[in-house]
């Protein structure tokens, strides 16, 4: 019961304290907080409020603005369970020194239990009249001490994370019990110099400042804090483990000359884009050093990424070494060796394709051929890394993702090479535009170069929404474009969890065939079909003898036919929008204005905004950002995403500034510290080991 132990008795709280010490804490919700892994006082303290409640100043009854909403503190006088059993109603009478109000809860008849006469609450809600008395309907309500201070101005109540069995109103009375407590023990990792620089509080204060803040300016300066620690933090890591990685590997450094840069130009049948230029000079900067680089290539679909790559790989190639190319599944694959292949005709370069549908023998030759340096490029899936493909002198390593990439998963390939020291360099080329705060934290450890422009040439992409009403308008477009001779994608959703995703479109490409489409030359394309029938269809489709290319989401990224000009997208709103842009983006690749019809049920609000941002916008970067607005980080990179993404602070739709300048401070920080080992160091490291260090797979310093 509360008050009842002796002061002295009581051990002082601590921050490693259990939550069952702490004082007036009984054990209901104890267990209720243990239930979130809320175990230490500690925890408590990093439990942060998601937003605040106004709380208006207390005042008497007599003062309660009718139809205002109002805070009173009053003592329960009388109570009563009215109405009937389908619908109860408890009545309070609350009394101050002003007056009386009668206080009703509807179906809340378990307060009959909980409220009762002597209590002292406080009340909020809006008072009216009733049959000519005050009357409160519904207010939210708290049993408080007599010696609870008052309200005396608007008080911001935080609002916390809570569980069907402890609410965020007890959840905040117990944290702000052991806040005085135990702020003091909060020791800072940051040197008040450090954060006077950067207008930062220190630590403890963040945490008062958040718990129990003054107004909405103190809210915000204690979340900047916190928020810029976690983002630091990362970013340590992603520097400590560069640093780590430089100290213990090299890459072999490429040279460029004059004459090897002519000799890589003269394999390109056009001549680059200046956006293209700056990509291969910051590459090229890059891979003359012996540091293990890693670089990603973002560019918008079509932005001419692969052109790019190909000149890395040459320059390795230059040097006398080798170059790996690998793509996220074995069309992509495909499709890279053959565009790789053409460009190459003619050279001495040789190239060639490993996936899992290479026969063995024809395997057991490339490996051999690999590992005595017979083979320059070798191009295959993801499972390239997870293999034993032993080179002769990997020097470059590029990686084709779509977006299903993180911090952690890179880290592979660093053990890949020759021997333990020498590991290749890496770029990783997205076609999906990356929001850029997500580029820094998710993706963190690499380098950025941006494909800001498209080749000339390209006729800009017309996007339109129709209902699922108005299909038949949208296959009358398609019939038209098929009149003229161009040629049409049909792209149907993978139904989650469907094992059969062959089902889907079959189904789809029958139910066009019978009708919309009937007597037009279609093509199925599909993950599980075998790999010589999807290269046969991809190949006829190319060669104009299939008008109209009925595909899941497989299409999503290579797949070059220009005399293409018009997509259909079925149940678009199942897709992200990232993906939408990279789907529609396989048309506009020719001489045709192409159109996009995304035929899409917008059910919600949110899906209405994100098939408007697709109508509206053609640039990857912007819809990028619009959809991790729209959608939050984790969903923007679809299932299962890297714990990195579980800030508590921080907001990756809105914290660039304070990401930039964390990022700034951790380079220069491990530039001054490479080891992170200095004793002044230690808090900072070690709580940036827990932070960080398993996900980024850190190896222990010191
Ligand atoms: P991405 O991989 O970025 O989607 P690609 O590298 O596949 O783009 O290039 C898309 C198309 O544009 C290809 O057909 C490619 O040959 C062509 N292309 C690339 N760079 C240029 C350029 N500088 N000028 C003209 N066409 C280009
Ligand atoms: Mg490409």
Redesign the pocket.
């Known amino acids: 019961m509360p008050g009842m132990e002796p002061a002295e008795s009581t051990p002082r709280l601590r921050l490693t304290s259990r939550v069952e010490e702490i004082p007036h804490t009984g054990p209901a919700i104890a267990r209720g907080l243990r239930e979130m892994r809320l175990t230490r006082v500690g925890h408590l303290i990093a439990h942060l409020p998601t937003r605040y409640e106004r709380i208006q100043p207390e005042t008497t009854i007599a003062d309660s603005l009718r139809d205002h909403l109002v805070t009173i503190r009053a003592t329960v006088v009388a109570t009563r369970l009215g109405g009937h059993r389908r619908k109860p109603r408890f009545e309070a009478v609350l009394e101050d020194e002003t007056g009386r109000l009668d206080v009703v809860w509807f179906n809340a008849p378990y307060l009959q239990r909980r409220i009762l006469p002597g209590h002292l609450l406080r009340v909020r809600g809006k008072v009216r009249l009733y049959n000519r008395a005050l009357q409160l309907a519904n207010p939210e309500h708290e049993i408080i001490d007599p010696d609870e201070p008052r309200i005396e101005v608007v008080t911001l109540r935080p609002v916390y994370p809570a569980s069907e069995h402890i609410s965020t109103r007890v959840i905040g009375r117990v944290i702000r019990r052991v806040l005085p407590l135990v702020l003091g023990d909060i020791e800072d990792h940051l040197p008040p110099a450090f954060l006077r620089e950067r207008d930062l509080p220190a630590l403890r204060d963040a945490y008062r400042m958040v718990h129990a803040p003054q107004d909405e300016a103190e809210a915000a300066a204690g979340r900047r804090r916190l928020a810029y620690d976690e983002l630091l933090m990362l970013q340590l890591g992603v520097f400590l483990r560069r640093a780590q990685s430089s100290a213990t590997h090299e890459a072999p450094p490429l040279a460029r000359t004059p004459e090897i840069d002519a000799r890589i130009r003269a394999r390109f049948p056009f001549a680059l884009t200046e956006a293209q230029e700056r990509a291969i000079e910051e590459i090229a900067g890059d891979l003359a050093q012996t540091r293990p680089s890693s670089r990603l290539i973002q560019g918008d679909v079509?932005s001419g990424?692969?052109v790019v790559a190909l000149y890395a790989m040459l320059l390795a190639v230059a040097s006398g070494h080798q170059a790996a190319l690998m793509a996220p599944t074995e069309i992509l694959a495909e499709q890279?060796f053959a565009?790789l292949s053409a460009m190459l005709a003619g050279s001495r370069t040789s190239i060639e394709l490993l996936t899992g549908s290479t026969s063995p023998s024809q395997r057991e030759v490339i490996l051999d051929r690999l590992s005595r340096g017979e083979i320059d490029i070798l191009v295959g899936t993801h499972a390239l890394l997870s293999e034993h493909v032993a080179f002769r002198s990997l020097a470059l390593a590029v990686i084709?993702e779509q977006h299903r990439f993180g911090v952690h998963q890179r880290a592979s390939l660093r053990t890949k090479g020759d021997d333990a020291r020498t590991v290749p360099h890496v770029l990783v080329?997205t076609?999906t535009p990356i929001p850029r705060t997500l580029a820094l934290t998710v993706l963190g450890d690499l380098d950025i170069s941006t494909i800001d422009a498209l080749p000339p040439g390209r006729t800009p992409i017309q996007t339109r929404v129709l209902r699922p009403a108005q299909r038949d308008e949208a296959y009358a477009i398609v019939r038209e474009r098929l009149e003229r001779g161009e040629q049409a994608f049909v792209v149907a959703p993978l139904i989650e969890q469907s094992a059969h995703e062959a089902v889907d479109v079959r189904t789809l490409a029958d139910e066009l065939a019978r009708g919309p489409l009937a007597g037009r030359r279609m093509g199925l394309l599909h993950g599980q079909l075998a790999r010589d029938e999807r290269e046969q269809t991809m190949e006829r489709f190319r060669q104009g003898e299939i008008e109209v290319l009925v595909a899941t989401s497989i299409i999503e990224?290579?797949v070059d036919v220009p005399n293409a000009s018009v997509m259909v997208i079925e149940s678009a709103e199942r897709f992200g929008l990232a993906q939408l842009h990279q789907l529609r983006g396989r048309v506009g690749r020719g001489p045709h204005a192409s159109i996009c019809i995304l035929i899409a049920e917008a059910t919600t609000e949110q899906a209405a905004q994100r098939l408007e941002v697709m109508a509206k916008s053609c640039d990857g970067f912007e819809i990028a950002q619009r959809d991790l607005e729209i959608r939050g980080p984790g969903e923007f990179f679809g299932t299962a995403q890297s714990g990195v993404l579980r800030f508590r602070a921080a907001d990756l739709a809105r914290d660039l500034d304070l990401l930039t300048l964390a990022r700034r401070d951790a380079r220069q920080w491990i530039e001054r510290s490479p080891r992170l080992d200095r004793p002044d160091e230690a808090l900072l490291c070690s709580r940036m080991f827990k932070a960080v260090g398993e996900e980024l797979g850190l190896s222990e310093v010191g």
């Open positions: 079509g990424k692969t890279h565009t084709d080329m076609a990224v290579g």
